[in-house]
């Protein structure tokens, strides 16, 4: 089955600065990854998502890539604010509706 | 925007007692989906549910667990004889064929 690995694990940086996290995914007939954005006592939020179909995309401070040769895919976070703060998560799936495997996470801090 | 709604917000039990946790999907949607995460975990995939029946399960979803749409609104997870690493965030989400969203979660904490 599909394997979803995720660094780093943690991730402090200073309001403004950008943020990257990276994901590698093992199964090739993934093509759908959403990232979702935790935020405490929450459930995960939808933030963006890229098919397999697309190499980048961008909303907004957002932005994912997706290489599926490697299998790698990540997430750009452009001039980040104090609400940015939270536990990240990519996933991998077949289709947009299948099940979501998720990576273990990343928590990012934004200091102010 | 629409949301998918879980109640209750936190759920304390007896070990050995049943538990039914509640969601209510998003009206349109006909994928239906329960996810659990232990603390400080990921999130784990259970079950998903389509056209009144489970479609998938993982290894986690035994026969300590069933789900429920028994009105065409309400989607329900039941756990039979709860166990102390039962405890953790229990998720719902609901979708369609473009994405899915999920439910703030309902902490059960088994004692």
């Known amino acids: 089955g599909e394997n979803v690995e995720q660094h780093p694990s943690t991730l402090s940086v200073q309001e403004g600065d950008s943020a990257v996290i990276k994901c590698t995914y093992s199964?090739?007939?993934?093509?759908?990854f959403p990232w979702y954005k935790q935020e405490l006592g929450k459930g995960p939020q939808l933030i963006i998502d890229?098919?397999?179909?697309?190499g980048e995309k961008k909303d907004q401070r957002i932005a994912v890539t997706l290489n599926k040769t490697a299998k790698h895919f990540s997430l750009h976070i452009t001039e980040t604010q104090p609400e940015d703060s939270a536990v990240y998560f990519c996933?991998?799936?077949?289709?947009?509706?299948?099940?979501?495997?998720f990576g273990p996470g990343t928590s990012l801090s934004v200091i102010p | 925007e629409p949301e998918v709604t879980q109640t209750p917000s936190h759920q304390v039990t007896q070990m050995g007692q049943e538990v039914i946790l509640r969601c209510v999907p998003i009206?349109?949607?006909?994928?239906f989906y329960w996810y659990r995460q232990i603390l400080g975990q990921k999130v784990e995939f259970l079950v998903s549910?389509?056209?009144?029946?489970?479609?998938?399960k993982s290894e986690i979803f035994d026969d300590q667990f069933s789900v429920e749409r028994p009105d065409g609104s309400n989607f329900t997870l039941k756990i039979r004889s709860t166990k102390l690493e039962d405890s953790a965030m229990y998720f719902c989400?609901?979708?369609?064929?473009?994405?899915?969203?999920f439910g703030s979660g309902t902490r059960l904490t088994v004692v």
């Open positions: 989400a609901s979708g369609r064929d473009d994405g899915y969203t």
């Open positions: 199964d090739s007939a993934s093509n759908y």
């Open positions: 890229i098919r397999s179909n697309v």
């Open positions: 996933a991998a799936m077949e289709t947009s509706y299948d099940k979501v495997i």
């Open positions: 009206s349109n949607h006909l994928y």
């Open positions: 549910f389509y056209n009144n029946e489970i479609s998938e």
